[in-house]
C-alpha cells in the first residue's frame, strides 16, 4: 500500500513538474522509473543468501529421495570466478564450464560435474524456484552428485548472480 501511494505520489509530482518543465517526456519516464525502482530496492548479503540457498537446495533434495550434499570449499573459487566473469559481461552463461569443470576435477577427484547459474533473484527461494521451473536446472539439483559449492555475487547495481557446482566425489 505504501508503495502504490508513494507512485501515485511520484507520479502527481512529475505530472505537476512536467507542466512547466522543459525536460522531454522520456527523460521524465526515466526518472519516475528510477524513483519507483528506488522503493524496491532491497539489500542482499551473499554470504547469507549462499548458505540459505544451499540449505533450501538440500531440503529440496532430501524431499524429492536424494541424499543431502556436502560442501566443497576448493571449488568455490570456480563459482565465484564464473560469477565475477558474468558480472563482467552482463550476462548470464555456462561460457568455459569444460575447462572450468576440467580443473575442478583435477583438485578435487571428481568424477563428475555439473552447474547451476541464475542471476538477478532477491532471495534463495526465487532462485530456487527458478531453477525448479527449468528441466536442465532441475536435473542438476536432482542429480547423483556427493558435493556443491555455490557462490553469490553482486554486481555494481546490488544485482545478484549465482553459480553453483555441483560434483560427483567418491
Not at 64 to 84: C, I
Not at 101 to 110: D, L, M, P, R, V
Not at 138 to 146: F, I, K
Request: proline share 2%; net charge negative.
Amino acid at each position: 500500500m505504501k508503495r502504490l501511494i508513494g507512485a501515485v505520489f511520484v507520479i502527481a509530482m512529475m505530472m505537476g513538474l512536467s507542466m512547466c518543465s522543459t525536460s522531454s517526456a522520456e527523460q521524465e519516464e526515466q526518472e519516475l522509473i528510477e524513483a519507483l525502482s528506488e522503493n524496491e530496492k532491497e539489500t542482499i548479503e551473499p554470504t547469507e543468501m549462499e548458505g540459505t540457498l544451499l540449505d533450501l537446495v538440500n531440503a529440496y533434495r532430501n524431499s524429492v529421495g536424494v541424499d543431502a550434499l556436502e560442501k566443497s570449499p576448493s571449488a568455490y573459487k570456480y563459482a565465484q570466478e564464473h560469477n565475477e566473469y558474468m558480472i563482467s559481461k552482463n550476462s548470464l552463461s555456462h561460457d568455459n564450464f569444460e575447462e572450468r569443470a576440467s580443473k575442478i576435477a583435477e583438485e578435487t577427484n571428481a568424477k563428475s560435474v555439473s552447474e547451476n547459474v541464475a542471476r538477478f533473484y532477491t532471495t534463495a527461494e526465487q532462485a530456487l524456484e527458478g531453477w525448479l521451473n527449468s528441466a536442465s536446472h532441475r536435473a542438476a539439483l536432482e542429480g547423483n552428485y556427493t558435493h556443491t559449492t555455490l557462490s553469490v555475487q553482486l554486481d555494481k547495481a546490488g544485482r545478484p548472480y549465482f553459480t553453483q557446482i555441483f560434483l560427483t566425489i567418491e
